[in-house]
């Protein structure tokens, strides 16, 4: 599914993402690791305009100045 590749990872790191895959169903700990990322920006993009709303790029004519 993902096309990343966890480099430089903590071992902690990698235990708490397969516990994760195992509890979740994730078939790879690439996965596992794509839906902790996934959160973190949600709850990012929360914290910053207050709501929980989906970011779009924009696609426009002209670049914002």
């Given at each position: 599914m993902p096309d990343i590749e966890l480099t430089l990872i903590s071992p902690a790191l990698i235990e708490a993402l397969k516990r994760l895959m195992e509890c979740e169903g994730f078939e790879t700990i690439?996965?596992?690791?794509e839906f902790v990322f996934s959160a973190a920006v949600r709850e990012g993009a929360k914290r910053v305009?207050?709501?929980?709303?989906?970011?779009?790029?924009?696609?426009g004519k002209k670049p914002c100045a």
């Open positions: 690439e996965d596992a690791a305009t207050g709501k929980a709303r989906v970011l779009y790029a924009v696609e």
